[in-house]
């Protein structure tokens, strides 16, 4: 790339008046003086990845007026560079259908072993939201490299999918949709919404064409769009304050049974599989409903080739939705007070639950495990206490990592919680013979949410306000070796807030923790909710019943 002048980061207005901007947030002093509308600012990333071909031209052409003799081909300099992975992630002129759609030099990213990506030159710059969002949501969440055990969703497999699909397909409107959802986050893209809702709108209306044609309704790029849909709805209903009515992963399932284990063959498909599988448990255990019943149909389905560490948690967490089934309604009805064989039947079911999930931490990689980290130590006492409970910063090996520890960590609470309910049920009062069990309970809960206490500052830094977006003043802890990379920085910056809020909200739940740490949890909470601007509170952190949901597996 030829070095073409600083760019400016100031508004479009100030730049199109060619006066300096001041760059305040959320309108320039510039444009509120002159009553202006301020059209805000470019990303950084926008900005130093623009289309130069203008500035090679014109040196070109001095160069030539210069020196006659060398007569330059500026066009075939421009298309003969060399490109980089992240310079093809702009749009083509011709095909603004998203980025890496292009037929060039093959090159293998590092993210996706096994598929070679097609590159090219773009042939111009595009600035609509839609194609920024896109480009943001490959770059800084598809193609951010991950712990080959940590894979479980859809997205390793979107970008092969992705860039054989038409603009208007329905894989393209669904990635659109989802992309501009999750951009629409910071409080500077919040107008997004709308937007995502127009697209959301017109992927529904391709999916119910696709789902009856016998053509389309058995291909992968079907099956991904629905998922994606699903991934869409989870996080507007979750930035919007709504319930998750998981039609979406009824639909996924729906569609595997009518696509038939014939068509579950290839490496992308079977990817896909494990991705429902992961979804049908997550819905599960939102419904309080038997994962058995659910997956009667589908044992095919499962795709052993593929088990790691993260499928294997996601098999042994299905056990909590068939324990919350039967547990759920004998202690939520109000009419008829549970005896206390029921009682001890539940106890005894969430025993052999407890024990199987207790056995996951010891098929985990060596290097999964967190280290202590001192980061934050230089920190104000008062500043410190913001971003950190009690002192202890844990890193891990990336974003995913820290997520599926903490869905471990929901889990294994949930099922903490649903054991002292019952304990505290029994009449009359549990005396010596379950008392160690309560005291055990408890323990077990202070040191589960202690974990995930000192997971928050690796999943949030510093970082109190400003959307999805990495920011150069947000500290993130390191290992004092090793500066946090970029890739971590953005993941952690994009996801680290949708990946601890639900762990948070289960730990809220809790009683008899340490003195301050639940006020210190929620005001996690409420930071996160400002970050990504949240609406509200899906449901109350403290109420008395823990919400049954599954942390984690978002892809």
Known sequence: MVYGGKPSTGCKNCRTRKIKCDEQRPACIQCTNTNRICPGYAHLFDLVLRDQTESVTRKAQRRNKRDPGNNVKV????????????????????????PFRTTSSHIASPAYSGFFLPLSVPKAFHDSPEEQ?????????????????????????????????????????????????????????????????????????????????????????????????????RVLATSEGKDISGVHDTGAVALVKHRGKENGRSEVSARLLLAVQT??????????????KTSADLDWMRPDAFENAASRLTSLSARLSDLTAYAYPMLRNFKQFPSQEQLMSILDYAGDVEAQLSTWPDTVPDDWQWKTSHTFDSLPSHESKLYVYNRRVDIYHDIWVASIW???????????????????????????????KIVTAINKVQELIDDICGSVPFNLGTKTFGGPSDRSEVQYPDDGINKPSADYRKSAAGLGGWFILEPLKIAAKAIALRDGQQDWILKQIERIQRIYTIKKPIDDPTSEMPSPRCPGGRG
Do not use: W
Request: with cysteine.
């Open 279 to 292: 979804q049908v448990v997550n819905h599960c255990i939102q419904t309080a409903s038997p994962f058995k």
């Open 406 to 436: 903490n869905s471990y960590r929901g889990t294994m609470l949930m099922i903490q919680y649903l054991t002292l309910q019952c304990l505290g049920m029994l009449n009359p009062p549990p005396l010596s013979t379950f008392a160690y």
């Open 75 to 98: 066009a075939a300099t421009v298309a003969d560079r060399p490109v980089t992975a992240v310079a093809a992630g702009r749009f083509d002129a011709q095909r603004p259908t998203g």
């Open 133 to 233: 969002a896109v480009n943001g949501f490959f770059l800084n969440y598809v193609l951010i490299p991950r712990h080959d055990h940590s894979r479980r969703g859809y997205l390793d497999c979107l970008l092969p999918l992705y860039q054989n699909a038409r603009h208007d397909s329905l894989l393209s409107l669904a990635t659109t949709a989802m992309a501009l959802a999750i951009e629409c986050g910071s409080p500077s893209t919040a107008h997004y919404r709308q937007l995502s809702h127009s697209f959301f709108g017109r992927a529904l209306v391709k999916t119910s064409k696709a789902i009856r044609d016998p053509v389309e309704s058995i291909k992968d790029e079907t099956l991904m769009a629905v998922l994606l849909l699903s991934f869409y709805e």
